[in-house]
């Protein structure tokens, strides 16, 4: 099973920018695909990036797409997601999962077969 932890969360000003971290202790992740979701109070969990298990190929939803990257570096064992220009529309809690599946990069919360716990992010106007 796989233990996925995030980090780098916390409170920023409307405008500036936070770098989430995404770790697995003890098992490598290096062969699956790893997505970003988010969640908001009342609102369902949704996609906000993917990223193929190589680094090769990413996939951003719509209301990040320019504002923020998704990376990973195999040999930590972690991703992260490089968030710039924040909104208060991007306040909510961040998780990270991976795919193990071989398959297209996928935005579909039920394709994902390992999530993390989350981390806060709360953008202030």
């Known amino acids: 099973q796989v233990q996925l932890v995030e980090s780098g969360g916390g409170l920023v000003q409307a405008g500036g920018s936070l770098k989430l971290s995404c770790a697995a202790p003890?098992?490598?992740?290096?062969?699956?695909?790893m997505g970003w979701f988010r969640q908001a109070p009342g609102k369902e969990r949704e996609f906000v990036s993917a990223?193929?298990?190589?680094?090769?190929?990413?996939y951003y939803a719509d209301s990040v797409k320019g504002r923020f990257t998704i990376s990973r570096d195999n040999a930590k064992n972690t991703v992260y997601l490089q968030m710039n220009s924040l909104k208060p529309e991007d306040t909510a809690v961040y998780y990270c999962?991976?795919?193990?599946?071989?398959?297209?990069?996928?935005?579909?919360?039920?394709?994902?077969?390992?999530w993390g716990q989350g981390t806060q992010v709360t953008v202030s106007s």
């Open positions: 990223i193929t298990w190589s680094g090769g190929d990413t």
């Open positions: 003890g098992r490598t992740f290096s062969s699956y695909a």
């Open positions: 999962a991976a795919d193990s599946e071989y398959r297209l990069l996928s935005s579909f919360v039920y394709e994902y077969d390992y």
